[in-house]
DNA sequence: TGCTTCCATCGGCGTCGGCGATACTGCCCG
DNA sequence: CGGGCAGTATCGCCGACGCCGATGGAAGCA
């Protein structure tokens, strides 16, 4: 019995279900299955009846969750406990980030670990890298954790959790003229583009998208900044594929969703298979847990 | 932070070292090292002070002892609270031992199971066997556990862990006409023995010694029970080697101790090396567990 | 009956925990 | 004061276990 197999059985009890308590641990469900059957076997009996599709807990399952509860809290309060004996995890974890994160709430989760973890140090690097070389800075070490797209290739020693979504949208000034319809590249080919410089991920989205398309497009300005490109946009100056993040609430452009692989992407959280020093950990454990809610 | 590194964690600090933890939980020295490494590094802080040949709990160990005695408890607690529920663990645990077990109180052992746990039935084979044909039956499952004589050669897939010792002494009618020094086998030669027939792990002990030493004796007797065997040795028909714990408190017979290899063996509870049914590990538990006040 | 949803099982793989051997370091004693 | 000694840390190796991905099978629903 180890307090692992605790937490997970806590989270199936807790959800009613292998399936959405592995997703609560962000583990496979045949995981959640082995893990729960290793602990009814080891106590000699069924924790969870299964019922159809649906499961309920035995008596068994019943006294075991109450008391798992109190030792996976106790553990968890002794942690605590020991982390503020000198200062809470210390050391600094750098997170890099591409320019948006999308529908991750970055800033909100930073402010949350800075209160609770005064003696980690933040540093966040962003920048219009691709995905691939924020790979190899997590790979020589320059970077804990990084926020990405999630990656085509997979990289040996590397695992990415989901924990947003990147969308491009369409931004335009209010009195752009448009078909009535469903939009297609060849639509577009005429307007003048805003767009970043090429190398930047988001850059490479848009011209891969036209390029599939078979369309050229007329990239009139290029610019290093997102704010300054849909300042341009509002201005009448040409269309852009900016991140969804940037136009929503904003009234003073017009955005249209275009459904295209090459535009939606996951957001995911990249980092070392091995385990981390406890400030990583604890960091990575915060991003996470903010996933939970937006996913 | 797992229970097992904390109830390392806790034989460490209770025992004042890593080595005699390491002996309270039956594992390698340094398996304890890492172990307690592993907890220290995850938790960011030491949790012992390395003095010399001395270690003292640090203000985070201190602590961590406490709570883990708790969390460790409590894990206990409902460990046997959920046995309880259907009765305890509950089969039949087949063990298999030579004849005599040696320094081993095998019957106070196994009443105390029989008390502590009712709905486990305890079939006992004792057979003269050798130490191979128990290790086989362990194998193919005809016996779940084996206190025998420790294997010169190490069987895959299975493990063993002493428990006491066995030895063999020289028994001898009170009137018995020896030298006046350190006996060897030579010395010997010309009494008849008593002893057991061919095949007996006893009797090939005492075999391999003569052999070893070169000297041919005269087995007058062979029978194939010790207690029969010692009633012909008090009556002075031949002197025999057997196990110590049968001459213990009789005052009829002399006894002499030999000290060579051959007689002098290690008791050890074989078993296999994966995880057995509840039933099982718990007898294992409480074999072992007296296997610590013996040793 | 066909489809979906959910849990169990299986094969493959990587990692980790275990052991044994060895290095290292204070300690004690001759 | 130097050499053995006792205790801990480290290294290499190996088997086992946990994890994943894919598949199977059963229950619910239309």
């Not at 005064?118 to 890298?129: A, E, F, K, M, N």
């Not at 604890?282 to 847990?289: E, F, M, P, Y």
Request: aromatic letters at 4%; proline letters at 5%; hydrophobic letters at 45%.
């Amino acid at each position: 019995m180890e307090l692992q197999q605790l937490v997970y059985f806590i989270a199936v009890a807790d959800e009613g279900s292998f399936t959405r308590g592995a997703q609560r641990e962000h583990v496979d469900q045949s995981t959640m299955s082995a893990a729960v059957g290793r602990l009814e076997h080891e106590l000699g009996q069924s924790l969870f009846r299964r019922i159809g599709h649906r499961i309920e807990l035995t008596a068994a399952g019943g006294i075991l969750l109450e008391r798992a509860r109190a030792i996976v809290g106790a553990a968890r309060d002794v942690r605590r406990e020991l982390d503020s004996l000198d200062g809470g995890p210390h050391g600094t974890v750098t997170l890099g980030t591409v320019l948006s994160t999308g529908t991750f709430p970055l800033a909100d989760v930073l402010g949350a670990i800075r209160r609770e973890h005064p003696g980690i140090g933040l540093r966040v690097q962003s920048s219009p890298l691709a995905f691939d070389r924020h790979l190899d800075r997590i790979a020589d070490g320059t970077f804990d954790l990084a926020l990405i797209p999630e990656p085509d290739t997979t990289v040996a020693s590397i695992s990415a959790s989901p924990v947003g979504t990147l969308d491009l949208v369409l931004a335009m000034a209010l009195d752009t003229p448009l078909p009535d319809r469903l939009l297609r590249c060849a639509d577009l080919a005429d307007l003048p583009f805003i767009d970043f410089p090429a190398g930047w991920a988001n850059r490479t989205r848009t011209d891969q998208l036209f390029a599939e398309a078979g369309v050229e497009r007329d990239v009139a300005i290029e610019v290093a900044d997102p704010a300054m490109a849909l300042d341009l946009v509002r201005g009448g100056l040409g269309i852009a594929f900016v991140p969804r993040r940037l136009t929503e609430g904003r009234h003073d452009i017009r955005t249209v969703v275009i459904d295209a692989p090459a535009l939606s992407r996951v957001l995911v959280l990249a980092r070392l298979d091995r385990k981390q020093s406890p400030a990583v950990e604890t960091v990575h454990q915060a991003l996470l847990g903010r996933a939970a809610t937006v996913n």
